[in-house]
């Protein structure tokens, strides 16, 4: 086993470096070579590593020799600024490429639209190749060096990344680490009789080690994709699939696994993707008598595909897509000998739920518990905030945190799912329940954005009291991720008000999951109407941009610099702390439709008592009565008037 590796393996690749581009090689290598040794040491045996190094060392200097001049120089950058991704002046978009504008070449034509909101991070769901028919959403991928016919092609992809890149703009992309469509070539090989290949999937003759893993594994679609093992009459195996029968889970444990990523992660990287997101990565390592999720293998392997790329592309980063418990989801930014070195990036999933139980329960106690209670994490990491995505919610409320404030877990789960479909009383919310599991009681949730606050119901009933009012619920949710720090992420739609698509089921292959609710295509006469003043389009569209403006202007929002969440003087008011070295970046979210307050006498041990609103630009006012009055739904951003 060795510490450093003997350069003399890529002679023929360094050969064709200039001398300064070689020493630049040597020195990165240097550098994170310790991180990527001791990760694949952690998973694999001194043999298998010593052989993978060899080949993962030769990798890395190809692509090194092969990237393109401009990415080259975008490397030298992110070098010297590590932090890019942390700074305030990032936001985020996320869409279906084909939903959005039709083809990679019609994203580009709407660049002016995503600069026009202030977007410098654009994530574009699954591009990659998948089966043909049911892909999950195009999360079975069937060739990773391919794009989606309907989409373009590489060259179009290569061509999307340098014209995003010149604009500012880093490009997104799905990596899905933990399975393949059964079409994928390797699993098409393994159902030919390769062995080769056969020993990158889990299979098994029959139903006994299946029957022993299921013992404690949950089920993903429980609805329509029972259980997590399926047979395959080729293989006359039973074949490990978390999500879909036709998904079928690879095989971590075997190092060869390891190095296909690993070159798949290089070829998207050469193609100008800035970001990867790491999807289902939490399910990658399997350990018998677990859930199979969160195993401290999954970061050894991330800390080690990371090292590797920061060697061959620093460029690029890593976001995990982990949607898991409170406890689990730190991990994902690096802890204990993992600290920072696992994904940069990673979904503030928390903050999400915390956001919509507040929004329904008008009490912000739940949230601020929960949200106090996470542990710090690495200050070279970033989450990824947002009020939407793609997916459905799941309401992951901790039985802890709830019981900490007087609350059952289960109950207050079941009012969610209840408040966010409608069938709580007095609520307008028009979600629709997705994966029903009568076991657990489980209900997770549909909707877009605007139906989940009302919006919807409120614009059909001709209400404009109502109609103003689920914005300002909308805009709050949205202050609260742009307050938060790191990145946060706008769901196609939310920035002009975008309600269900009434006709979702109406698709091929779209029936069955009702998540597509959420995933309207673009109406860009809608998406036109902002520049008309009084439509829901115009409102969402202006208070949005303005919330992204003013949070481009205050270096207070780095990332680096943690959110804490302080003790409540109201339960309605939410009070989220950044102490910055320009001073303390006090933001205040009234989450009730009433007027509630805040006393005064806490700005002054913050260094807030002469403090300005950031969001209205007008000094704190502070009421007869010593208060701080916030207006229904209301955010200030308070920080020194002289900073």
């Given at each position: 086993m060795r510490d450093l590796p003997n350069f003399l393996d890529v002679a023929d690749v360094l050969g064709e470096f200039s001398a300064d581009r070689r020493d630049l090689f040597e020195l990165r290598v240097q550098r994170w070579w310790p991180d990527l040794h001791a990760g694949l040491s952690e998973v694999y045996s001194p043999q298998e590593v010593e052989e993978l190094e060899a080949r993962l060392l030769y990798l890395a200097a190809t692509a090194v020799r092969d990237r393109d001049p401009e990415l080259a120089r975008l490397d030298q950058a992110r070098t010297l600024d590590p932090g890019w991704f942390q700074r305030e002046k990032m936001l985020g978009y996320a869409c279906y490429a084909d939903r959005f504008a039709g083809s990679l070449d019609g994203v580009r034509e709407q660049i002016s639209y995503l600069k026009e909101l202030g977007v410098t991070y654009l994530h574009l769901m699954p591009i990659l190749k998948p089966r043909d028919g049911d892909s999950d959403g195009g999360y079975a991928v069937a060739d990773y060096r391919s794009v989606r016919g309907d989409l373009g092609t590489v060259d179009d992809l290569k061509r999307l990344s340098a014209a995003l890149r010149a604009e500012g703009i880093s490009l997104v992309a799905d990596l899905v680490l933990n399975h393949v469509a059964k079409e994928h070539v390797w699993a098409q090989a393994a159902r030919a009789g390769n062995p080769k290949y056969r020993d990158y999937f889990l299979t098994f003759p029959d139903r006994y080690m299946p029957d022993a893993y299921e013992r404690t594994l949950p089920e993903v679609f429980p609805d329509f994709a029972p259980g997590n093992f399926t047979w395959d009459e080729d293989l006359q195996s039973w074949v490990w699939t978390t999500f879909n029968s036709f998904q079928w889970d690879v095989n971590w444990a075997n190092p060869e696994v390891f190095y296909e990523y690993a070159d798949v992660i290089l070829f998207l990287a050469g193609l100008g993707v800035e970001v990867l997101r790491l999807d289902a990565i939490a399910f990658i390592w399997k350990a018998l008598g677990t859930n199979c999720q969160n195993q401290p293998q999954v970061h050894s392997i991330t800390q080690a595909l990371r090292a590797l790329v920061r060697i061959a592309a620093p460029a690029v980063i890593f976001k995990a897509e982990a949607i898991v418990a409170p406890q689990d989801l730190v991990h994902y930014l690096g802890q204990g000998k993992h600290h920072g070195k696992v994904s940069d990036l990673a979904y503030h999933n928390s903050l999400m739920v915390q956001i919509w139980s507040m929004l329904a329960s008008k009490d912000a106690r739940l949230g601020a518990h929960s949200l106090q209670h996470l542990p710090p994490v690495p200050p070279t990491t970033a989450w990824i905030t947002y009020v939407r995505c793609h997916d459905d919610i799941g309401w992951a409320i901790d039985d802890r945190d709830a019981g900490a404030v007087g609350l059952n877990g289960y109950q207050h789960r079941a009012f969610l799912s209840d408040f966010y479909t409608g069938q709580f009383p007095g609520s307008t919310a028009r979600g629709l329940v997705f994966q029903y599991n009568p076991a657990t009681g489980d209900r997770r949730v549909s909707g877009s954005a605007a139906a989940l606050v009302g919006l919807d119901a409120a614009v059909e009933a001709g209400d404009r009291v109502a109609t103003q009012q689920s914005i300002d619920r909308l805009l709050l949710a949205y202050a609260i991720v742009l307050g938060w720090g790191g990145i946060p992420v706008i769901w196609m739609g939310d920035e002009i008000g975008l309600?269900?698509?009434?006709?979702?089921?109406?698709?091929?292959?779209?029936?069955?999951?009702?998540?597509?609710?959420?995933?309207?295509?673009?109406?860009?006469?809608?998406?036109?109407?902002?520049?008309?003043?009084?439509?829901?389009?115009?409102?969402?569209?202006?208070?949005?941009?303005?919330?992204?403006?003013?949070?481009?202007?205050?270096?207070?929002?780095?990332?680096?610099?943690?959110?804490?969440?302080?003790?409540?003087?109201?339960?309605?008011?939410?009070?989220?702390?950044?102490?910055?070295?320009?001073?303390?970046?006090?933001a205040l979210y009234n989450v009730t439709p009433e007027w509630r307050p805040w006393p005064s006498w806490r700005l002054g041990g913050l260094g807030l008592w002469d403090s300005v609103d950031l969001l209205s630009g007008r000094h704190v006012n502070v009421a007869d009565d010593g208060n701080v009055w916030l207006a229904p739904y209301a955010s200030l951003w308070l920080v020194p008037r002289e900073h």
């Open positions: 309600p269900n698509d009434q006709m979702w089921a109406s698709e091929p292959g779209h029936a069955d999951d009702n998540r597509w609710v959420h995933r309207p295509r673009m109406p860009w006469g809608r998406a036109e109407a902002r520049r008309y003043p009084g439509t829901v389009s115009a409102r969402m569209f202006s208070g949005l941009t303005h919330l992204i403006k003013v949070r481009k202007s205050a270096p207070f929002l780095d990332a680096s610099v943690p959110a804490q969440v302080l003790e409540l003087s109201d339960p309605g008011v939410l009070p989220v702390l950044r102490r910055h070295p320009l001073g303390s970046f006090l």
